[in-house]
């Protein structure tokens, strides 16, 4: 019996399949198991048009049998076979595949087969030390056998099989230092693989399995009888064969979706919200999507992988295809099917195609109208989502330059200062007065602080509302929106909200002008903490303020100051403003006139230690500021 050598370029290119094109052995069984379910489409595709095979597509099926003592692990079916010269085309030919040329040779019909390529086969050798394959081609009396080792090469002889179909027999590696090769041996980590990879095969898996049950109590047992078992073999399909996804919506009940969210994606919570989604054309491909119910603990976290499982045509090819996803719907659960992806050498990855980008964006669009249906006809779910994810959605706007805030913008909610709730920009505008120009929002730490600053009070004595941005990155966000509606954002503590009446503004440009030494002489006590002190009269009860100029603003400064390795000078320009209608500007002028530049100094450095504490900014030296309020005290 002569040794056959590959019909490859070389035995290292043997060597490379089996060593480095799988990154996951255990993917060998979905191989052979794709295969046979190849085998047995080619088979059924033929009886369509051949009446003499006589088979119908439930009488076909994969087996498979574990033999611990032997070291052997065989997965037979009863599909189209292979004939001698089959035989050695297919397996004597690295990346020869039968498939990919049944394809090509029925173009024009709908046939659905997942190989494309034939080095599926040769991933056995990852943990095979010996792989005979024993095929009995439809329409053929003869029965051949394929044997090989590995790089050696591989023997073709003539053998006996009763029935049509392939038997593969793998026998298994001995155990090494790392490397445990017998527990593909164990009946509950194939079920196991099959369940992973294999669960929506159309045929079904079956498995002998040992099981253990009680034996019949004997007639003539007494009260201290204890009861005995027996093991038994028992025939069991390992996969469901149907993917829940490609039922009929209308027969597949909430609670389904639910258990499967939940099993599949190791979830305790039911999801807020399915998403079902059927394409065909361009982009050809099921879909089921998930919105979790909240909040994975690692989400916000490098450890977090976002990404839908992928599966061509029922096979799982990737766990997490981050593709599929734009990171600002990184939390949504999910699988992809679909029957025209290309698939590279080894299945495991994707090419980069035109194919992933129209899925991508076919799946954008959807999740983001599915998102929108929940805000409008589900509000509260949708806010629970909110507080869970609208963090995300807010990075997604800002994130790119601001490319995709078009997008997401009708998404978007803050909390309400007037209605105590959340509110979308819709809601928002919609409720604004007519001499309402700008949106206006406050950006800090807390809700309840924010709206009892000084310019918050002021927005909302004109009838205004206010939003009030809690997370560091509202700011940012609004900022790199400008504008929502052509209204722009405004926020309060940024210079001129343009709030004064003329009388008002008239009466600051006089103070400012009659207390220009006073101002001047503050300033230089502050020594370059502040870059102007004005009059502003809409401070009402507040003796003082301060406000921003330029793209950074005080809120921004205090997030950019948490940052790791933060750099220096990110600091914002600041304007100290004061109250012309409040006992302590009256004070200040006292001292002025009196020509105490000590007393002046010290008011100008608490006013500004009092405002950085009203906009919740950390004091430089929160010792001084004790002392010299003690010192003013006496």
Known sequence: ???????????????????SIYTNKEIFLRELISNASDACDKRYFKSLTDTSIGIRKEDLKIHIQPDKENRTLTISDNGIGMTKEEL??????????????????NQSDNIDIIGQFGVGFYSAFMVASKVTVLSKAQGSDEAWCWESKGVEGYTLTEA???????????????DAENEDYSHFLEEYTIADLVKKYSDYIRYPITMERTKSRQKPKP????????????????????????PIWK??????????YNEFYKTKFSDYTDPLR????????????????????????DYYTKEYEKGLALYASGVLIMEKCADLLPDYFSFIKGVVDSEDLSLNISRETLQKDSQLRLMRNSLEKKIKNELHAMLTNDREKYETFWKSFGRQIKFGVYGDY?????????????????????????????KMPEDQKCIYFAAGDEAARLSKLPNAQLVLSKGYDLLLCTEDVDEFCLQIMHDYKEKEFKNINSGDLGLETEEEKKAAEEATEENKDLFEEIKKALNGKVKEVKVNPTLQDHPVSLSSEGGL???????????????????????????????????????KEAGDSDKISKYAELLYDQALLIEGLPLEDPVAYSQLVCELMK
Do not use: C, W
């Open 1 to 19: 019996m002569a040794m056959r050598q590959f019909k490859a370029e070389s035995k290292k290119l043997l060597d490379l399949m089996i060593n």
């Open 88 to 105: 050695e085309k297919n397996l004597g030919t690295i990346a020869k595949s039968g498939s990919q040329d049944f394809k090509q040779e």
């Open 160 to 174: 006996e099989k009763e029935d049509v179909g392939t038997e593969i027999t793998i026998v298994m590696k001995e």
């Open 219 to 242: 007639e003539d047992a007494g009260d201290d009888y204890k009861p005995e078992y027996e093991t038994y073999q028992e025939t069991e399909t390992l996969n469901s064969m149907v």
């Open 247 to 256: 039922r009929d919506k209308k027969e597949v009940k909430e609670e389904d």
């Open 274 to 297: 399915v998403i079902t989604s059927r394409t065909e054309g361009t982009a050809t491909y099921t879909a089921l999507l998930f919105v979790p119910g909240r909040t994975p603990y």
């Open 402 to 430: 601001g490319m995709h805030k078009d997008l997401l913008a009708d998404l978007l909610m803050f909390f309400s200062a007037k209605e105590q709730k959340y509110v979308t920009l819709d809601e928002y505008i919609e």
């Open 553 to 591: 603003s005080m809120e921004m400064e205090k997030v950019l100051r948490r940052m790791p390795n933060n750099a220096e000078g990110m600091e914002s320009t600041k304007v100290l403003e004061l109250n012309p209608n409040h006992s302590v500007f009256a004070a200040l002028k006292a001292a």
